[in-house]
């Protein structure tokens, strides 16, 4: 009978194991065999599955093994491919590393510790050098630079050394054979070996000469400018954006009494009175919205504490990148400047009230109308507050219908002032905050702002015949050149009252001489006047109409033309004696007309002396 289904196993050596299953045939045998045979079947069974199971374990034993090997062989197929790419990777590192030793924009020197001598150098350390890398490898410092240099770098090689961490040396001047000396900086480590003591000294260098040699120039411009600066006469300063002074000159030093150093970082809030820190504080940041220029016109408390008047000239300066970088300013004082325009204007007034007062004088001819004027104009060109003029042995005064409702108060002041005192000058200034004898109404000046008085002596024939007084707001009082200004008035109005007076007195004598003339011409006699010479000057109607002569026949003659001869010498010469004598001859005498008549007549001579 053919099987349903087999399985062979093979056993270790030559033996194998085959399981069949076909279609069994009816057996009769009794159930107690059956039974028997089963149990026997089961036995063998078992005594035949270890050895059945042996051999199944063995094999996947050896699979694992074997896999296991091939696992080891790809991982060290693996290992030694990673080792060989390593090494390449090594070598590609190393030729880069040569490569960037070689080329690196700087000189590179490497150094043994134990002798400090070169091991090995790249080509900018060649060309800095000067010298091949053959010539420098294997030599020290002492063989390659000047014996003050070496020295210097010597001790370097020992700092570093003892130091965990790179040194840099200040940068020196190094010279070579046949080069220019040229500017190098250097930086120093030293690197560890395996026993982790130093084993090399690797050193840095960089050629900046260039850099050296621009920094040097900058250096001299930078000098150049501080000296430009600090030669400014006017104070001149420098802030940043957020108002802080970077820089000041010499001037600006000396004017607020603060070094540089000590206003470095400072703003003006640090150096300045409040109310005017606020008002430089607030024009700065105007300036840094706006950009461009400023001017405008301040104070400024100086080092000594005095308020100078200043105009500030300030521009916006701008960084490299473009941005604002802050403020330079100028600082000018105009404190004398303001000073002298104050007092031009106020000499403007004097000269302006002397001026018009001149050309018054000219036009005027009477003394009340000049005296008023002259008042009124003290006010209204001067701009006195108050002026007056009093005459001599006059109680009345002569004052502006503006100045007169103070006439109470210029009272006061010449009762305070005794000008009738001849000690008195003639021009006397006064001022009543420092004078005592203002003391009882010194606080109603100060509160009308009245600081200054004048009184100024009218002059005629070297007699004082009046005053002339003002009172001025000035708190410092007259200048030289305003009480200059007052005497001149002063004394032109003294000579014009000269001059007017000398006009009326010369008017009136003109008047006597014409009524003379008058009573000359027609007189009743006839008159002839002689000069010391006895030449005929002038004669009357009268005399032409006695002698028949005309005026133009006798002037310039003598007046013994008239002799009728019939006087002898020595009439003539007793005549002389007693007209020399008493100066005066009265006698009848005959005398001849121009028709050849005598006639007699009674003569009266008078001398002139």
């Known amino acids: 009978v053919s099987p349903l289904a087999s399985k062979t196993i093979t056993l270790p050596g030559s033996a194998r194991l085959q399981f069949e299953v076909g279609q069994a045939n009816p057996l009769k045998w009794p159930i107690g065999d059956l039974i028997l045979l089963i149990g026997s079947s089961l036995a063998l069974f078992m005594l035949l599955l270890p050895a059945l199971q042996r051999p199944a374990a063995l094999q996947h034993r050896i699979r694992v093994a074997n896999q296991l090997l091939e696992d080891e062989k790809q991982a060290l197929k693996k290992e030694i491919e990673d080792r060989l790419g390593a090494e390449k990777m090594l070598e590609r590192s190393h030729r880069l590393l040569d490569s960037i030793f070689e080329h690196i924009p700087g000189m590179i020197v490497l150094k043994r510790a134990s002798d400090r001598r070169i091991v090995r150098v790249n080509r900018s350390g060649e060309e800095i050098f000067a010298r091949s890398r053959q010539a420098l490898v294997g030599r020290s410092n002492d063989e390659i630079y000047a014996p ?74 930078l000098h150049f400018l501080e000296q430009l600066i600090d030669a400014i006469p006017s104070p001149l300063f420098f802030k940043d954006s957020k108002g802080r ?217 070297a007699q004082t015949i009046g005053w002339i007084g003002v009172v001025d707001i000035n708190e410092a009082g007259f200048s030289g050149q305003e009480k200059q200004l007052l005497e001149d008035l002063t004394s032109n109005v003294s000579q014009a009252l000269e001059r007017i007076n000398a006009e009326q007195q010369k008017q009136a004598t003109l008047e006597q001489l014409e009524l003379a003339a008058r009573v000359f011409a027609n007189s009743a006699e006839g008159i002839m006047i002689t000069d010391t010479n006895n030449r005929i000057l002038l004669v009357n109607n009268t005399f032409s109409t006695v002698t028949g002569y005309e005026p133009g026949e006798v002037i310039g003659q003598n007046p013994r033309l008239l002799s009728s001869g019939r006087q002898g010498p020595a009439f003539y010469k007793a005549m002389w004696e007693l007209l020399q004598e008493t100066g005066e001859w009265h006698g009848e005498i005959e005398n001849r007309r121009k028709d050849g008549k005598l006639y007699p007549e009674w003569l009266n001579i008078s001398v002139v002396r």
């Open 245 to 461: 002074y970077l820089s000041v000159n010499h001037a600006f030093e000396r004017y607020i009494g603060i070094d540089r150093e000590t206003l470095t970082g400072k703003t003006v809030f640090d150096i300045a009175p409040l109310n005017l820190a606020h008002i430089y504080n607030r024009s700065d940041m105007d300036l840094l919205a706006a950009g461009g220029t400023q001017v405008y016109e301040s104070s400024v408390v100086d080092g000594d504490g005095n308020n100078r008047d200043v105009i500030f000239h300030k521009a916006v300066f701008h960084q490299s990148d473009g941005d604002k970088g802050g403020i330079v300013g100028i600082v000018l004082d105009i404190t004398e400047r303001k000073t002298a325009e104050q007092q031009v204007a106020r000499l403007n007034r004097f000269l302006t009230a002397l001026s018009d007062v001149n050309e018054h004088i000219v036009r005027t001819h009477k003394i009340e109308h000049l005296l008023t004027h002259v008042v009124e104009l003290l006010c209204e060109s001067g701009s006195f507050p108050l002026a007056w003029i009093q005459l001599s042995g006059q109680d009345n005064l002569l004052m502006c219908e503006h100045c007169r409702e103070d006439e109470e108060l210029v009272r006061k002041i010449l009762t305070s002032v005794d000008i009738s005192d001849k000690n008195l000058q003639r021009a006397t200034y006064l001022r009543p905050a420092l004078d005592e004898q203002f003391l009882a109404f010194s606080d109603e000046l100060s509160s009308r702002n009245l600081h200054n008085i004048a009184l100024l002596a009218l002059r005629r024939d």
């Open 148 to 221: 003050a240099l070496a020295v210097r770098l010597n001790q370097s090689d020992d700092l570093v050394l003892k130091s965990p961490d790179p040194i840099e040396l200040p940068v020196e001047q190094y010279v070579m054979p046949g080069q220019q000396p040229r500017w190098i900086s250097v930086r120093k480590m030293a690197l560890p070996g395996e026993s982790g003591h130093p084993e090399y000294i690797l050193e840095f260098g960089r050629d900046i000469t260039e850099q050296e040699q621009l920094d040097l120039r900058l250096r001299e411009h």
